[in-house]
């Protein structure tokens, strides 16, 4: 902000009042600086490197022995089996549902943009207990699918419809800028080439939106990873068959199993950081270059 | 050149692989998102207006959505004070960890919530060192209280503000701030009368939006608020109660309530942000 003062193009008188401006500003500066640093410190590093602290407090050994922990293991594959599916279905149909918001103008459309962002303001647990409303016991849809014997809830399937609804907005959220931003004409000469719809996406669109698709998948992933009140409600949380990784924690929690939890929520939690992060990492030198 | 003339009309009118393709979006949200929504609608409303006002209105649920609404209100207001000041610094001031810092904004996004409560148990709870100094000298406990539940929400809401103001704290032009200081005008001055006014959409969306956000919260909370019937449980908790001793009225009636609050937010939300764009183009 002083660089208008001294640019020389000023005359000499605003010099004398240049210097208790500057001196405040500064203050100003260092105290926001200094306020804002220790508000983000003490509310997310202070937690997370006693977290750390905390699980590796009777050193390293106890955390892989809680970590090894068979019913441990287990949980951790069933939550990565699940994100894995959550991920594949919403790279493909998120990435329909954000094209046709995009390239699409039709009745009902403002609608449906609206309802993307449902899953935001619908609690984890209510979207557990709508799922058991549809596939329960006495759920509506329990008479037609008992007689083939099919299994939602309390089993996987229902526990991945779970996950799908809670994550949903975060591919589509992601796509649907990059794909504004790129807008049609470079599709409208891959078309008029000769390409079908099919090779103009696969080869011209996609690659365009890749970073805004990757992050999309992180996020997507991450989500599914961390979520724990719809499948608790829906699956059950029965050990080593419906318990994920945070039903996981949360059992051990309960049961006072203090080093198995602290390690088994450092693990989850570090591994969704590196992957938010690494992609974030990976779009920042891509952009460099 | 008969391609060229032929194209423009391929484009706008719709082809069969549009139509699929619609089809399948409208599909996928209709079974995936209002089906289940219809259910619970159904379900909620099936005693009537009445039976839905009755359940809501018992006092264990009642403090519950009173405390979840208080709560998620200070958290707002702490939010945007601080989201907008770390907007500010990230976008003006280079100092050494800038990147550092402007990375761990976007934390939050990607632990999970019940880590978070984890986390917070471990460091403010009344075992550990922090937790029983607190208590034992300021007579203050955060875990299992209210505090707790307004403390994990500011953490897991505060990107929400800061990601909001700072692209528009970015595109802002800078010559009026300069023009201003000239004048004479002071710090304060300048923030109130020449930033302030156009951060004030953004700021508001952020701000509803981590609202909405902290409404439906369980994760964090469950792990950090002891959940005490008429003194830390929230609407969530409420819910899961009530679905666990299957009162599924009473489960339904409160979820509907949160949704509709909650929904209503992001409609706002999305609200803000178009005029917001008109602006822009205009």
């Not at chain 2, 406990?141 to 209210?146: G, K, V």
């Amino acid at each position: 902000m002083t660089t208008i003062l001294t640019s020389g193009s000023l005359p000499a008188v605003a010099k004398p009042a240049r210097r208790p401006v500057s001196i405040r500003r500064m203050w100003t500066r260092y105290l926001l600086i200094a306020v804002v640093v220790t508000y983000i410190a003490i509310l997310i590093v202070a937690p997370l490197v006693r977290l750390v602290i905390s699980a590796f407090e009777h050193g390293i050994a106890p955390v892989f022995g809680a970590l090894a922990d068979p019913v441990i293991l287990q949980a951790f594959w069933l939550t990565v089996f699940i994100s894995v599916i959550t991920v594949v279905v919403h790279a493909i149909f998120g990435t329909i549902v954000a094209w046709v918001l995009v390239r699409q103008r039709f009745r009902g459309r403002a609608f449906l943009n609206a309802l993307i962002d449902m899953p935001f303001a619908v609690s984890p647990v209510v979207v557990g207990y709508m799922l058991l409303l549809l596939f329960g016991r006495t759920g509506i849809l329990a008479p037609l699918l008992d007689p083939f014997n099919i299994k939602v809830a309390f089993a996987l399937p229902g526990m991945i419809l779970a996950t799908l609804f809670v994550s949903l907005p975060f591919m589509v959220r992601e796509l649907v800028p990059v794909l504004e931003a790129f807008g049609v004409q470079q599709e409208q000469a891959a078309a008029t080439l000769g390409a079908s719809g099919l090779q103009t996406f696969w080869f011209v669109t996609l690659p365009a939106i890749r970073w805004g698709f990757i992050y999309g998948v992180t996020l997507t992933f991450a989500r599914a990873l961390g979520e724990f009140g719809a499948v608790l409600v829906i699956g059950g949380g029965i050990q080593g068959r419906t318990e994920t990784a945070t039903l996981s924690i949360y059992r051990a929690l309960d049961e006072r199993h203090y080093v198995g939890a602290y390690s088994a929520a450092l693990v989850l939690g570090l591994f969704s950081l590196i992957l938010v992060l690494g992609s974030e990492l990976l779009r920042r030198r891509e952009h460099k270059s | 050149m008969s391609v060229a003339i032929e194209n423009p009309r391929a484009v706008n009118r719709p082809r069969l692989g549009e139509w699929t393709l619609r089809s399948i979006a409208i599909t996928y949200l209709t079974v995936l998102i209002i089906i289940p929504l219809i259910i619970i609608f159904r379900d909620g409303l099936s005693g009537g207006l009445g039976e839905l006002w009755h359940q809501v209105t018992l006092p264990v649920a009642w403090h519950a959505l009173k405390l979840t609404m208080w709560t998620a209100a200070v958290m707002t207001i702490i939010n945007s004070i601080m989201g907008l000041l770390t907007a500010y610094v990230l976008v003006r001031y280079t100092f050494p960890g800038h990147a550092f810092l402007n990375a761990v904004i976007d934390l939050p996004l990607a632990i999970p919530t019940l880590v978070t409560g984890v986390m917070l148990v471990i460091l403010y709870g009344p075992q550990e060192a922090l937790g029983a100094w607190l208590k034992q000298h300021w007579g203050i406990s955060i875990i299992f209280a209210p505090p707790g539940i307004i403390l994990a929400l500011l953490f897991i809401t505060f990107p929400f503000v800061v990601r909001a103001v700072q692209p528009v704290l970015l595109t802002l032009d800078r010559a009026q701030e300069q023009a201003a200081a000239t004048l004479g005008a002071g710090v304060w001055t300048i923030f109130s009368r020449i930033v302030l006014p156009p951060l004030v959409l953004p700021l508001a969306s952020g701000a509803l939006l981590s609202f909405a956000r902290a409404i439906g919260e369980f994760g964090a909370i469950v792990i950090v608020a002891g959940n005490l019937p008429m003194y830390s449980q929230t609407a969530a908790v409420y819910v899961l109660g009530q679905v666990e001793s299957e009162n599924r009225v009473g489960a339904s009636a409160i979820s509907i309530v949160m949704i509709t609050i909650a929904f209503t937010l992001i409609l706002v939300v999305d609200w803000l942000q178009h005029r917001r764009n008109i602006g822009v183009t205009r």
